[in-house]
Structures are given as structure tokens and as C-alpha cells.
């Protein structure tokens, strides 16, 4: 069968004397016959057809015609043998790509759904950055350009590649705004939040992540995962005000209330010290990179939680030993001398350090902050109460609130 596509393609390309109409036809029919074909003739005919679109006696018009023709068809097969078919498509018209850029962008669009349905995220991320969007003679609308620079990006970060993630992002990032798509806004929303996730930016990304939780173009669903990644970027954020400011916003949000990592979250927000233990159990719910190890031999987790715990300690002592202070906080104590050095260097926390005596000293809080505070909490958790109440005694509460609003009239 595929000798006997070869023959009326050598055929075809003799018959000069055609009209352009009729031999696009013949052509057509040889097509639509190699697709009919079990895979182990079709392939090298179509192979053969490819050939012959390449060949200098096929015109050009009659040659993008066909092969747009079978672009369209290429669904039609199996992925193994479309995959071959492709590839060997993309290495014969290499040549003349500038002729064939829109069936060659078809062609490199259906290789890269390919491969993100095999996982092999980066060979279908590399068949997307072939389609010269930019710099190509086809213009491509704002749309298919933002589309594809944000499919390019999220395929880097399934390939655990941020850096190269970035960069595609960061072309997104002109076009994001000119777009009416709101499902393109969004999806650049998500990706960008992930890339600063990869890319251990993780206040910057907990920011990104809390204003996703709120769209509601969203599903709910998603909503809340988008939350509980803004939690946890949170919690592995510096310590510092710019953190303490996201905590204090997510303890607010009563939705945190029914995530896993509430429970840290409140810790957090009190200055309360996390055990060891504690923080292992939050451990399970992050992903592989946010576990990534750093220059110190610590992870990232270790490290949040370390640089928290050592401010907790500082609003409970005006003073204390590193020995005192790394069995306090369940680390070496010349870690412990290291992270306040750092976090003191950084204003991160206000204190100095007499390394003769091995203390360190933290400088003093005015008392009306921390009674705002202190007070702040209480309400926070006087409202708990009250929301539990009306959840179980709501005729209860009604009544007690009108019996209050009359008395205050």
C-alpha cells in the first residue's frame, strides 16, 4: 500500500500539464487514503506525502493547502505513530520553515500535547518555544501569544525548572494586562504565584496566592487551595514585620480556620514557640521544593520556624544565654547564635550580641503595641466563641443581641 502511495506521488509530480485544482484533489485523495491505512503502512506513507509536499515541482499555495489538510488529520492517530509522523514532518520542512511557519506551529502545538500527556513536560515546553510567536512573518494575536508563553511556563514548573518558568512569565507579564481573557488573567495569576513559589519568593507568594483565593471566577475548590498554599508560603516566609503583616491578614480570614495548617498559623500569630514535632507534622503537607535544603544544612522549613521561635523567645526574655537559647529552641547553639546574628544584621529583630559572654539581648517592646496585641487576640478569640455559639444556639444569641440593642436605645 505505501509503494503504491509513492508511485502516484512520483506520478503527480510529473503531471505538469494538470490544472492547479485537479491535481490538488488526486492529491487530497492519496491523503485521505494514507490515513485510512493500518499503522505500519501509513506511517511511511505519509512519510512519502510529506516528501513530495517538498518537493520543487509541488507549488507552494498547493503544498501549505495539503499540509494544512494534514495538520487537521494528525488527531486522527495514535500518539506513538503521530509522534513519529510529526517529528520526521518537522525535520523535512526545517529548510523551508519560513514558507510553512502556520502548519508548522500546528504541527509543533499536537507534538507538544503529545508530550504533556507522556509527563515529559520539558520536550513539550522546547516544541512550543519553536513556534517563533515574536519574530515569525504569521501574526499571531495578543491572546495566542499570551496562551502559549503561559503554557511554555507552567510545563517548566511541572519540570521543576522555575528559572526557565520565569522567563516565560516575564513575557506574559507584558501582554497580561492588554488581554479581555479573564481565564488568560487568571491563569497568569496562578502561574506567576507558582514561579515566586519556586523561586523561594514565598511572601511575595503567599500575596499572590491569598488574592487568587478570593476570585470568583475560581471555583470554590480551587479557592481553598490557593488559600492553603498562601498559608503555607506564609509560614516559610523570613520572619520579619513584612510576614507578621500576612499572618495577622490569614488569621483573620476565617476560612484559615478549617485548613491543616491553622494550627501552626495560630502559633505563629501569638508568638508562640513550635516544637519539634509540630513542625515535622506540617512538614507532610509541603511539596518537594519547599523542602529543599540550604547552605546552612537546614531546610527551608527549619529555618522559618527556627527564625519564629527566636522571635517568640525574644518577647518572653530581655536576655539569654545561646546554650539557654539553642535548647529552647531545639537547635545547636551555635545555630542559634548564627540565625539572631543574622536576623539582628537584617532588622529583622532589634537586639545586639556580646559574643564574649555568649548572650544575646533583645531590645526592649513599648508596652502600648503590646497590649494592642495582646488585646487584638483576645477579641479575635472572643469572636471564635461567639461564632460557635450561634452555630449551635442561634435563637439564643438573637434574642440576647436584641435584648442588648434595646437597652443601649
Given at each position: ?10 506520478v ?8 492547479h485544482?485537479?491535481l490538488t484533489?488526486?492529491?487530497q ?15 511511511p506513507a505519509?512519510?512519502a506525502?510529506?516528501d513530495?509536499m ?9 503544498s501549505r ?14 500518539n ?14 526545517q529548510?523551508?520553515v519560513i514558507s510553512?511557519?502556520?502548519q508548522v506551529?500546528?504541527?509543533r ?12 513536560w520539558?520536550?513539550?515546553?522546547l ?22 508563553y ?8 511541572e ?6 518558568a520565569?522567563m516565560y ?8 494586562n492588554?488581554?479581555?481573557d ?8 496562578v ?7 519556586y523561586r ?16 470568583s471566577?475560581i471555583h ?7 488559600l ?5 508560603c506564609?509560614i ?5 514585620q513584612?510576614r507578621?503583616?500576612m ?14 495548617s ?7 500569630f501569638?508568638d508562640?514557640i513550635i ?10 503537607q ?6 529543599a535544603?540550604t ?16 522571635l517568640?523567645?525574644?518577647?518572653l ?18 545555630m542559634?547564635?548564627k ?8 532588622s ?5 550580641i ?5 548572650i ?6 513599648e508596652t502600648?503595641?503590646?497590649?494592642d ?18 452555630a ?5 444569641v ?8 434595646s437597652?443601649?436605645?
Amino acid at each position: 500500500m505505501a509503494v503504491n502511495v509513492k508511485a502516484d506521488l512520483t506520478v503527480l509530480g510529473q503531471a505538469a500539464s494538470s490544472s492547479h485544482k485537479d491535481l490538488t484533489e488526486r492529491y487530497q485523495q492519496i491523503l485521505e487514503r494514507c490515513f485510512a491505512m493500518e499503522d505500519q503502512e501509513r506511517i511511511p506513507a505519509l512519510k512519502a506525502f510529506v516528501d513530495a509536499m517538498m518537493n520543487e515541482n509541488v507549488s507552494q499555495m498547493r503544498s501549505r493547502q495539503l499540509l494544512t489538510s494534514f495538520c487537521g488529520q494528525l488527531t486522527q492517530m495514535g500518539n506513538t505513530a503521530c509522534k513519529e509522523v510529526s517529528l520526521f514532518a518537522l525535520e523535512r520542512i526545517q529548510p523551508r520553515v519560513i514558507s510553512f511557519e502556520e502548519q508548522v506551529s500546528q504541527i509543533r502545538q499536537h507534538l507538544a500535547s503529545i508530550f504533556e500527556e507522556e509527563e515529559n513536560w520539558r520536550d513539550a515546553a522546547l516544541m512550543l518555544v519553536g513556534i517563533p510567536v515574536e519574530s515569525g512573518q504569521k501574526q499571531y494575536s495578543l491572546d495566542y501569544k499570551l496562551k502559549t508563553y503561559l503554557t511554555i511556563a507552567r510545563l517548566y514548573l511541572e519540570d521543576e525548572d522555575p528559572v526557565q518558568a520565569e522567563m516565560y512569565i516575564n513575557r506574559a507579564s507584558l501582554l497580561q494586562n492588554e488581554t479581555a481573557d479573564e481565564q488568560l488573567q487568571i491563569h497568569y495569576k496562578v502561574c506567576y504565584a507558582r514561579v515566586l513559589d519556586y523561586r523561594r519568593k514565598f511572601l511575595e507568594a503567599a500575596q499572590r496566592y491569598n488574592e487568587l483565593s478570593y476570585k470568583s471566577a475560581i471555583h470554590e475548590t480551587e479557592q481553598t487551595k490557593a488559600l492553603e498554599k498562601a498559608l503555607n508560603c506564609a509560614i516559610l516566609a523570613p520572619a520579619g514585620q513584612q510576614r507578621s503583616r500576612m499572618l495577622a491578614t490569614l488569621f483573620k480570614d476565617e476560612r484559615c480556620q478549617l485548613l491543616p495548617s491553622f494550627g501552626i498559623l495560630e502559633k505563629m500569630f501569638l508568638d508562640r514557640i513550635i516544637k519539634s514535632d509540630e513542625m515535622e507534622e506540617f512538614a507532610r503537607q509541603l511539596m518537594p521544593h519547599q523542602k529543599a535544603i540550604t547552605a546552612d544544612g537546614s531546610n527551608i522549613l527549619h529555618r522559618a520556624v527556627t527564625e519564629h521561635n527566636l522571635l517568640s523567645a525574644s518577647k518572653l526574655y530581655n536576655n539569654i544565654r545561646f546554650t539557654e537559647l539553642g535548647a529552647l529552641l531545639e537547635i545547636p547553639h551555635q545555630m542559634a547564635e548564627k540565625v539572631a546574628s543574622q536576623m539582628i544584621c537584617e532588622s529583622r529583630m532589634k537586639g545586639h550580641i556580646d559574643q564574649i559572654d555568649g548572650i544575646v539581648f533583645f531590645e526592649r517592646r513599648e508596652t502600648l503595641p503590646t497590649w494592642d496585641v495582646q488585646i487584638q487576640s483576645l477579641c479575635l478569640e472572643v469572636n471564635s466563641i461567639v461564632d460557635k455559639i450561634s452555630a449551635v444556639h442561634q435563637d439564643w444569641v438573637n434574642r440576647k443581641m436584641e435584648l442588648l440593642m434595646s437597652n443601649t436605645n
